[in-house]
């Protein structure tokens, strides 16, 4: 059995989920405002421990890279961020749209600039009608769909797939050829992405202890989700097994774990030069990179990411006519709503009338 490197891997990003700092003061510059306020660090060690499990990190990293945004520019324009006044706002959404900053951006600084006030029990000044007015009338002249990655799905996943390594060959003479580590990690990456309609955080926060076997295939446990934070009540993923092994997420998963020795921990971990595995998870953002690594390697265009295997999933499940319903049994979608927006432009050409008129 391979086991895992000690050492640092150096050919993908590398960045552990378990190295995000948490703690509010550790990302604060000097003499900087906390945006999370200053009522935790005043809390015994125990309570300030929840506080700042309120929020999530990536959250909270959010959150204070629009407060330092909104601060600096407060600062250029001798304004006071804190509490700020409902003209401050307006004239900085007003320059933020005149920059052409999109509405989902906006809504974003609004929603850090309303938490930091709200963290040191003070007014939201984004509730006031002045604010409201210009924000509407924002939302009216500038706002646009936002931008989707494209589905990734078959046949352009296939082609993704058979461009995975299978060999890793080395220079050094007498070296045999090994499996490639790193391809085998990305066809599981892809196929589970795919088949299981994860989010690229649920794929890195999978653990060999979430997968159990199944008759028909394998179920991921996913404790923790973007509509399940708290982790209340856990969600099943299923992972049935493919008529084709190189298309079959099951054996493309157990290929991995067992080329890399993976027995617990984390699931999806970065492959090192060495062509070994490390011990720690992927990044978040690794996966969108060796997603858009992968479709490189195939030659296919730009525009995709990691959601585009969730997208995919979508897109795909509902052409082969799967009901919404039994879409959202596996996206775990709360709205069927929301399954729209994945499949509105592949489906516009279905049983359409104007594809009938004769001209």
Not at 253 to 264: K, M, N
């Amino acid at each position: 059995m391979i086991q895992p490197s000690d050492r640092a891997p150096d050919d993908d990003v590398a960045r552990s989920t378990s190295s995000i700092e948490t703690r509010p003061e550790a990302m604060l510059a000097p003499g900087e405002v906390d945006v999370a306020g200053p009522a935790i660090a005043q809390l015994p060690e125990g309570e300030a421990r929840y506080a700042r499990a309120a929020r999530a990190a990536n959250t909270l990293r959010g959150y204070r890279s629009d407060w330092r945004e909104f601060s600096s520019w407060c600062r250029r324009h001798d304004l006071e961020p804190m509490p700020a006044a409902p003209s401050a706002l307006t004239a900085y959404l007003t320059a933020l749209a005149g920059a052409g900053a999109s509405v989902g951006t906006m809504s974003r600084r609004l929603s850090s600039i309303r938490f930091a006030h709200a963290a040191r029990d003070l007014p939201d000044p984004t509730a006031t009608a002045r604010v409201q007015t210009v924000w509407e009338g924002i939302r009216r002249v500038h706002g646009a769909p936002p931008d989707r990655a494209k589905p990734l799905m078959p046949p352009e996943l296939l082609d993704v797939l058979d461009a995975c390594p299978t060999t890793r060959t080395w220079k050094t003479r007498g070296r045999p050829a090994e499996p490639d580590l790193s391809g085998a990690r990305d066809r599981a990456l892809l196929l589970v992405g795919f088949v299981g309609a994860l989010r690229r955080s649920e794929l890195v926060a999978l653990a060999f202890e979430d997968v159990a076997e199944h008759a028909n295939g394998l179920v991921l446990t996913l404790n923790r989700s973007k509509t399940n934070q708290t982790g209340e009540q856990p969600e099943l993923v299923v992972l049935p097994r493919a008529g084709n092994p190189d298309r079959c997420p099951v054996t493309a998963l157990q290929t991995w774990t067992d080329l890399a020795g993976i027995t617990t921990g984390p699931l999806f971990r970065a492959v090192a030069k060495n062509n070994r595995a490390g011990d720690r998870a992927l990044h978040p953002e690794s996966v969108n990179d060796l997603v858009q690594a992968a479709v490189a390697r195939a030659g296919l265009p730009a525009g995709y990411s990691a959601h585009s295997l969730r997208a995919g999933f979508v897109t795909y499940a509902h052409l082969r006519g799967a009901s919404d319903r039994a879409i959202a049994h596996q996206t775990r979608h709360r709205s069927l709503a929301t399954l729209g927006a994945y499949v509105r432009i592949e489906h516009a050409w279905t049983d359409n009338a104007a594809t009938a008129l004769g001209l």
